[in-house]
């Protein structure tokens, strides 16, 4: 089937009976229905747009590799086994081109919340030690847009196969299993990485905390 | 069971597990005060979220690219 003129941005998309995404793709994929794909198009696109920003931090960027996702998408679409969850499968794809993507710009994140804040053991560290014995939170003690500022920056601040799982599972909202599929990493490895994000995150900010309080 | 907690407050968690830690949640004291420990621990979490626009048509002009650069044909 030859490509057909494309439609503009003013043309309705004729209704589709509610569909699951795996419906969709072997719908494109088994009859080159390209509604299904435009109907997935229009499903990922605020949540998969939103995960690229976070990821890439540039939206310039993150709307070139959404295209180049749904790019992949097309030519793994005969590659999609039945019964595979078709949302990990996209999120699979989309971190693998946001990395290709900050690969051949150069931006491939070296940094870490050790890095930053100075080398610190937490292997071993869980949260219920970290937080059992404080009094309030800490971070009620700063500006909302001061708390919002260094939060944001130490989750930027955080190793990438943390951040990975951050990103999936807090922003993302994916099941932890999902998140597994995704990443291509076992379903306790995203759990004890979850749990050691949190970790990392309140004890940067018990360290900033307390620097702050010895100026 | 503690990562569990953490997958139940992120909405992580398969049926299955949500419903053993919902379960144990009613009649334990102990895990309830152990929740509100990792509540407090994704603060700093809740404090980043910020509501992400997608560019206008972006889907459609995504459409239009695709459309351009491959034969529209079955993948078998």
Request: charged share 30%; glycine share 4%; net charge negative.
């Amino acid at each position: 089937m030859d490509a057909a003129a494309p439609r503009t941005a003013t043309e309705a998309r004729p209704e589709l009976p509610k569909s699951s995404d795996e419906e969709l793709l072997l719908r494109y994929r088994n009859n080159a229905d390209p509604e299904a794909f435009r109907e997935l198009l229009h499903r990922y696109e605020r949540e998969l747009f939103s995960y690229l920003c976070r990821y890439l931090r540039d939206e310039t960027l993150a709307e070139e590799v959404f295209q180049a996702v749904f790019m992949r998408v097309h030519e793994k679409a005969r590659l999609f086994e039945e019964g595979r969850a078709f949302r990990p499968w996209i999120y699979s794809i989309a971190t693998h081109q946001a990395i290709d993507a900050l690969r051949k710009a150069g931006r491939r994140r070296t940094t870490s919340l050790d890095t930053v804040h100075g080398e610190v053991e937490m292997d071993g560290t869980t949260l219920l030690d970290l937080l059992e014995d404080r009094t309030g939170s800490p971070l009620a003690q700063l500006e909302e847009h001061e708390r919002s500022a260094w939060a944001r920056q130490a989750v930027d601040d955080l190793p990438q196969y943390l951040r990975d799982v951050v990103l999936l599972v807090y922003f993302q909202g994916l099941k932890f299993r999902e998140a597994a599929e995704a990443l291509g990493i076992p379903l306790g490895t995203v759990k004890s990485r979850m749990h050691q994000a949190l970790v990392r995150l309140n004890a940067a900010w018990r360290r900033t905390h307390s620097a702050s309080d010895d100026r | 069971m503690v990562d569990n907690l953490l997958g139940y407050l992120l909405g992580a968690l398969e049926t299955e597990d949500l419903e053993q830690i919902s379960l144990a949640l009613e009649s334990d004291p102990e895990l309830q005060r152990q929740l509100e420990v990792f509540r407090q621990a994704l603060e700093p979490l809740e404090l980043c979220r910020e509501a992400i626009t997608s560019p206008p048509d972006l889907a459609v002009r995504t459409w239009v690219v695709i459309r351009q650069n491959v034969a529209w044909a079955p993948q078998q």
